[in-house]
């Protein structure tokens, strides 16, 4: 199980400081390193959406960060919680509330296509070109 987030590299970079704040301790700071450990600390290097994906929402720099051995909803459920705990976490109720829409997370990961498309349905983005 697996899940792909769809964010720029500023977005990635908020995210990143606050899993490593130094004021989130002990448990709380294990809680989160399940999710860092299986695939967000590969933030800097996390490859760009090619341009006609949904998430891609016009922005050169959307990057797409998979979350290995989780799912959406755990993640969600520990953002909220950070986010209620910690005043350094504010950005987290805003990801977990953002990790609700479409274009900004695929679950399943990897998309395998039509017809169990997460996306089916949304308007095809113009070829290149046309």
């Not at 990635?12 to 301790?25: L, R």
């Not at 290995?68 to 977990?96: C, H, I, V």
């Amino acid at each position: 199980m697996a899940f792909a987030m769809f964010y720029n590299m500023a977005d990635m970079t908020a995210m990143a400081a606050v899993f490593n704040d130094a004021s989130i301790t002990g448990k709380d700071r294990n809680d989160g390193r399940v999710f860092w450990n299986n695939g967000l600390s590969a933030w800097q290097s996390a490859p760009r959406a090619p341009v006609a994906h949904p998430g891609y929402d016009n922005d050169p720099d959307m990057r797409i960060l998979v979350v290995q051995n989780n799912t959406l909803a755990a993640f969600r459920q520990y953002l909220y919680a950070m986010y209620q705990k910690y005043p350094a976490a504010t950005f987290f109720g805003a990801l977990a509330d953002d990790l609700t829409h479409r274009h900004a997370v695929v679950e399943p990961w990897p998309w395998v296509g039509p017809p169990a498309s997460p996306w089916e349905g949304m308007p095809r983005l113009p070829a290149p070109g046309s």
